[in-house]
């Protein structure tokens, strides 16, 4: 095998850090990374999560994108440090058990402990958006501020917290999580949270109905194929040709997670936001603007508009890399 990276003589510390893999497990995609001393990131391996298929088999596709990685590393599994799985859901960091991921269908599953069986490395859990909100605190668009909140906007929506430096879990392990506090009380069943009003599930689904109800859109000849299950880069398509359902909708939901921004500031007094995920990713400029617009309007007092609302500067390395740093604070 060969070794990453060849580290210079005269480097000792470097020396003694070793490789970590990172991973992003998203109700989409699962994005791995192997990051070296240097927090680069020097392999990456990505498949689809398939979560459609069972709690079980989406335990498989973690444990076959940690082989694929390390295969396409061409490292030995000795000189890795261990892996940091970050997870949708609500989960209890030390047991490294998930109590609810509904996204990719887990209840109560030790997942550390299924996938540290699976792969012969050391494993530690996390929350994927805490993955990605340490990660744009250590190494993005944040990484000058003193207090963060991260949202991220896929599939569904989550968010995480850094407070004093230091990622927050609060006493029953939730803390951050944005995507479900209530935006309409008095909504039906299913649309009363901002996961529900607002994340790529939503906008898709709010999409397809209009459609279906006969409103134009060119959506159904951008999506081709794949009609109705559009995924962001398609959206983004009707949405910078200025497709008027899209805009609409998209725009709707863009100032809804504004206003949940501003909630979630005025009561955390952080000095810095950080919007990302696939939606942010694809949709970019116009999509930001709209929210940032919401949260001005909305923040209270007016201070708070002093809090800084960006975009990750990551990516989708945010949460390999954030995951990556957990894994050698914890297991190194």
Request: charged content about 20%; hydrophobic content about 45%; overall charge neutral.
């Amino acid at each position: 095998m060969t070794t990453l990276n060849p580290i210079m003589e005269d480097d000792p510390m470097a020396k003694a850090i070793p490789p970590v893999i990172g991973i992003d497990v998203g109700g989409t995609n699962i994005t791995a990374g192997l990051v070296d001393s240097r927090d680069k990131i020097t392999t990456r391996e990505k498949i689809d999560t398939e979560a459609d298929k069972g709690a079980a088999h989406v335990l498989d596709r973690i444990a076959l994108s940690v082989e694929q990685l390390i295969s396409k590393a061409g490292v030995s599994r000795s000189e890795i440090g261990g892996i940091c799985l970050g997870v949708p859901g609500a989960l209890d960091v030390k047991k490294g058990i998930v109590f609810e991921a509904p996204n990719v269908r887990w209840n109560n599953v030790a997942v550390a402990d299924a996938i540290s069986k699976k792969v012969s490395l050391p494993v530690t859990l996390e929350n994927d958006v805490n993955i990605c909100t340490w990660g744009e605190y250590r190494l993005g668009a944040a990484k000058n501020s003193k207090a963060l909140f991260g949202i991220f906007v896929g599939t569904g929506i989550g968010g995480g917290l850094v407070l004093n430096g230091e990622l927050l879990h609060g006493v029953l392990g939730t803390a951050g999580e944005i995507g479900h506090i209530t935006m309409d009380a008095h909504g039906p069943i299913g649309l009363r949270t901002l996961e529900n009003l607002a994340s790529r599930t939503a906008i898709v689904n709010r999409l397809v109905q209009l459609i279906s109800a006969n409103h134009e859109s060119e959506l159904p000849v951008l999506a081709g194929k794949r009609w109705p299950r559009i995924r962001s880069k398609v959206l983004a398509r009707a949405y910078e040709g200025k497709d008027p359902l899209t805009v609409s909708v998209v725009n709707e939901a863009a100032r809804t997670i504004g206003q949940a921004i501003a909630s979630m500031v005025s009561v955390l007094s952080v000095d810095c936001v950080v919007v990302g995920g696939g939606v942010t990713e694809a949709l970019n400029d116009r999509w930001m603007a709209e929210i940032t617009k919401a949260f001005e309007e909305a923040v209270f007092p007016k201070v708070c508009r002093k809090c800084k609302v960006v975009a990750s500067s990551l990516g989708d390395d945010a949460g390999p890399l954030g995951a990556a740093l957990l894994a050698r604070e914890r297991l190194c």
